[in-house]
């Protein structure tokens, strides 16, 4: 659950996670919630050729993003472009504005958008389409909106693409409840049998219907549940071996191992400000 004082099961009865959020030196924002993340903001640097689990949606907010395969192959520019998991590829849109999104395959959206545009290359999203259903997301974030909004809007932009149906505004309790076990008790071992019987289910029944309403697998959704945790913790301050040990990450090695896999990035490698002013994104 989020540790910000804010109401998360209000937040999961409408269908969403509870958010994580945080201020990136020189780049903007960055708001987790289970099983995805929104990165936001100015791009500076260019990201070397590296794979990731998660599939990306990158969309250039005010001009083309550069996406390539190889570090000898030629840039190519897009209004939107989607990352299959384990796609190898480098990124640029030096000072450009850009929406990336990374969130689980394993979802039903993230199924969806895999079948619609996944091949062996880099997928072109049409730039009437990027720009269509990326506009409420600029325009939030250009206005200041919350985390819950830039969430929302992040996740509407999915649906948008993947032609699936908005989430639902009703949570069964009895998940909210399980959901609120696995929040308390990350910095331990979580077994299928023991969330299933804090929710007063069968194994069986318990995991048909944590997917039927967070829209993730059990297993996954505790990966990215952690990993969302020691991300937090450690751009906050606390050392990245905490952090670790906090999510019940073995140490920090099998931590950066994990968010390398999981979002290809080292995280030791980031600059954060807590402080640092939002970018805002002209309109």
């Not at 395959?105 to 720009?131: C, F, H, V």
Request: proline share 5%; charged share 20%; net charge positive.
């Amino acid at each position: 659950m989020s540790r910000r004082g804010r109401s998360s099961l209000a937040r999961i009865a409408r269908g969403r996670y509870s958010y994580i959020a945080m201020k990136v030196s020189g780049i903007g924002r960055v708001i987790f919630w289970g099983g995805g993340s929104l990165w936001i903001g100015q791009a500076i640097a260019p990201a070397q050729l590296h794979r990731h689990h998660a599939i990306q949606v990158c969309i250039g907010f005010d001009g083309p993003i550069q996406f390539r395969g190889r570090t000898d192959a030629p840039w190519i520019s897009y209004g939107g472009a989607l990352i299959a998991p384990d796609l190898a590829h480098e990124f640029r849109a030096p000072g450009r504005q850009v929406g990336n999104i990374l969130f689980a395959p394993e979802t039903p959206i993230g199924q969806a958008l895999l079948e619609r545009y996944s091949n062996d290359s880099i997928a072109r999203i049409p730039d009437g389409l990027a720009a269509d259903v990326s506009a409420g997301l600029k325009t939030a974030w250009a206005a200041g909106a919350g985390d819950d909004d830039l969430a929302s809007h992040a996740q509407a932009l999915l649906n948008r693409l993947a032609g699936t149906a908005s989430a639902r505004h009703r949570a069964d309790p009895r998940i909210l409840k399980s959901i609120d076990r696995i929040s308390h008790h990350l910095d331990g071992p979580l077994r299928l049998a023991d969330v299933a019987a804090v929710a007063g289910l069968s194994e069986g029944r318990f995991r048909h219907l944590f997917v039927a309403e967070t829209g993730i697998a059990f297993r996954p959704y505790i990966l990215w549940t952690r990993l969302n945790r020691a991300l937090e913790l450690g751009f906050g301050g606390t050392t990245w071996t905490e952090a670790a040990h906090a999510a019940n990450f073995s140490d920090q090695a099998h931590l950066i191992r994990t968010c390398r896999r999981m979002l290809g990035l080292v995280p030791t490698s980031l600059r954060i400000d807590i402080t640092a002013a939002e970018q805002k994104i002209p309109v």
